[in-house]
């Protein structure tokens, strides 16, 4: 069922977002009918089997209650290696919400990039009433999400000097534009936007007085990937004919990449950057007359008529109905090599076609790639691939064929008799158990392309709203943040809580410590919210003294087993705005939350990233002032004087007493 526009005001707020967020960010996904999909055993028997009868719950789909001597919530994956965290050092902010970035006493911010901020060599300085769409594809992009420090030279852990990549995710259209019409956009607004989104990479250096990153306009790696930048399409679904358009006959060129949210970075040096809500871009999905190719777009939510944007206005290649095809040109995992700037990005279909988070990698026990990633909707499923062939430090050409031939897997959750978290990685592979053509699949191409049908055959655990899913390189312990799932009335073994609006994170150990493994154990490591709120968890830390957190999303690993959490919706479920946040994942401290950052009004706090030697951290503030306009913005964070602009912010220790590093 497709929602009337006139009802949704009355639904109020999704998942903790601003019903603008909502509508850019994903189009109103949480708003349509979510059934549950998969033919997973039901919730209730899995309780009745293992969480009810150790008194974890109290009713059915009521306040869960965790005690810490419990298999499913006790252990700690760091302690396995015999380490223990020292957790963090600083004294924790308050909550806030100030239309500024706010870091602890010792700490201090730095605006590094801008949207509209030059990129490249020749690209004109930003001006907000005079923007055009040849000066945005030189500038720095809208609402930047995933930041990867790449040290220079490569493979070095040169913190002085490097690269940063930045996903562009996506755009907002009435802050950007003075008079913006959602119901006419016109011809250059639209190519703005698509300039906007994308990515960048920028040249940066650090300031030796301030220790701030500097950027570096002529620095030669600098580059602006957007909508029309020319890709190619490698792995079992290229030259597939559903990927075929009138354009492009091949089904192996693709101009562009969108809504890449979160990422990940390759041992071999390169960034995989991931789409994740690219079924709103498109339009029409009613008039499609192939019942399976309608079925597919209606899988991933394409709408049946027109697109929030209007895109569909001025391309035709954004309109099903012309060109029904160019969806699945969409959803992939895209890698590019940003040491390489003639480099033509290459979007990797064996790792599955879904609304991509991130995609985070570690080396198996015979140095095959296994990778790590998320479908970001409500009752969707976290996914991890592991390649046929073997890293070779030296051979990068080899390297970068790896991510063309492997085993895509997803996941599913279940309890123990003894009540012990255990899971399966279920092996999603053309001709294997129900994906056959009796069951629709003729291909491992149909199955890539349909992954999310596929996960549902096999009896993958559907999940709330998986995030980044990212493994310790420490511990090789796995973290995925699981945000919310406003419309969940069953819980199940890994999502306890219905409806859930706190958001959880948990944690998994592969079996052997293997990446490569097929089984593994669980455990929650957070259950988000007010920590009054009693079906709130920490790791069994004293509830009175961790920070309030809620809408957990980006991760990041330090060299001291903290894990940093990114959030993206406190301001609804906490009243306060996004934040970084550090936890422990070892030894007393476990599960001490302490808010580190705060980000400016209606920005998502995205990110994180730290320079090797852990004394820069990076955030990128993501659609400050969302929800208002650019004649009335509710945000002036950076310049005060304009419109709000997204920005990618570094963050170092004004005071070094004590230490140069973040958070010591
Ligand atoms: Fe773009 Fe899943 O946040
Ligand atoms: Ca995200
Ligand atoms: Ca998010």
């Known amino acids: 069922m497709e929602l009337g526009r006139s009802s949704l005001p009355l639904l109020g707020q999704a998942g903790g977002r601003s019903l603008q967020t909502c509508r850019w960010k994903c189009a109103y996904d949480c708003f349509h009918d979510k059934p549950n999909r998969s033919g997973n055993e039901p919730f209730t028997s899995v309780v009745e089997r293992g969480l009810t009868r150790r008194g974890f719950l109290k009713g059915a789909g009521a306040a869960l209650v965790l005690t810490a001597a419990t298999p499913l919530v006790g252990g700690s994956a760091a302690a396995q290696t015999g380490r223990n965290g020292r957790g963090p050092g600083f004294e924790p902010i308050a909550p806030s919400m100030v239309d500024d970035v706010i870091v602890p006493d010792g700490y201090e911010y730095g605006v590094l990039l801008r949207w509209g901020d030059p990129v490249l060599p020749d690209a004109p300085a930003w001006d907000f009433n005079n923007q055009s769409p040849e000066a945005q594809a030189g500038q720095f992009g809208y609402n ?90 490698t792995g079992p679904a290229a030259g597939d004919a559903l990927l075929r358009t009138s354009v492009d006959p091949t089904g192996t060129q693709v101009a562009g990449m969108l809504n890449n949210c979160a990422g990940g970075v390759t041992p071999w040096g390169t960034i995989l950057t991931c789409e994740e809500n690219f079924h709103q871009y498109f339009a029409n999905r009613a008039a499609v007359s192939d019942d399976r190719v309608a079925d597919l777009h209606a899988r991933v939510g394409i709408p049946e008529g027109a697109s929030e944007r209007k895109w569909e206005l001025f391309h035709s290649r954004y309109d099903v109905a012309q060109e029904p095809n160019e969806p699945f040109r969409f959803g992939w995992t895209v890698e590019i090599d940003p040491y390489d700037p003639t480099f033509t990005p290459r979007k990797r279909t064996a790792l599955g076609r879904y609304k991509h988070e991130g995609a985070t990698t570690r080396l198996t026990a015979d140095k095959r790639v296994a990778v790590y990633s998320g479908d970001d909707e409500v009752f969707e499923y976290i996914y991890k691939f592991v390649t046929v062939g073997r890293y070779r430090r030296n051979d990068r050409a080899h390297n970068l064929g790896l991510l063309d031939e492997g085993t895509l897997y997803v996941a599913r959750f279940d309890i123990d008799e003894d009540g012990n978290g255990v899971g399966e990685w279920l092996p999603l592979v053309f001709g294997e158990g129900p994906l056959t053509p009796e069951n629709g699949f003729a291909s491992q191409a149909d199955v890539v392309i349909d992954a999310r049908r596929a996960g549902d055959l096999v009896g993958a655990t559907p999940m ?66 007010d920590p009054d709120d009693p079906t709130t968890y920490f790791a069994g830390f004293p509830k009175e003294l961790v920070s309030p957190i809620s809408s957990p999303d980006n991760l990041l690993f330090d060299r001291r087993y903290n894990l940093w959490i990114a959030t993206d919706g406190q301001p609804t479920f906490l009243g306060h705005n996004d934040a970084f946040h550090v936890v422990p994942l070892s030894g007393d401290s476990r599960g001490h939350v302490q808010q580190f950052l705060s980000v400016p009004v209606g920005a998502e706090a995205c990110g994180p990233e730290l320079t090797p030697d852990e004394q820069t951290l990076f955030c990128a503030v993501q659609h400050p002032g969302e929800g208002s306009t650019a004649a009335s913005p509710s945000s002036t964070w950076p310049d005060r004087r304009s419109p709000p602009r997204p920005s990618l912010v570094t963050v170092v220790k004004a005071d070094p007493r004590g230490g140069v590093r973040i958070g010591t």
């Open 144 to 233: 930047c999400d995933f930041v990867a420090f790449m040290p220079l030279p490569s493979r070095s852990s040169n913190s002085g000097r490097g690269l940063v990549w930045v996903n562009h995710e996506y755009t907002n259209p009435e802050v950007m534009f003075p008079g913006y019409s959602s119901d006419s956009p016109t011809a250059a607004q639209v190519d703005i936007e698509r300039m906007a989104h994308g990515g960048s990479i920028v040249t940066v250096k650090r300031d030796r007085r301030t220790g701030h990153m500097q950027f570096v306009q002529d620095g030669g790696w600098n580059r602006r990937i957007h909508a029309e930048t020319p890709m190619e399409l």
């Open 464 to 529: 709330d709203r998986p995030e980044d899913v990212e493994p310790s390189p420490l511990t090789g312990a796995v973290y995925a943040a699981l945000t919310n799932n406003t419309s969940r009335t069953e819980p199940n073994a890994a999502n306890p809580r219905s409806p859930n609006r706190g958001g959880h994170v948990i944690e998994w150990n592969e079996d052997g410590n293997d990446a490569a493994a097929t089984t593994f154990t669980w455990r929650f490591l957070l259950i988000c919210g």
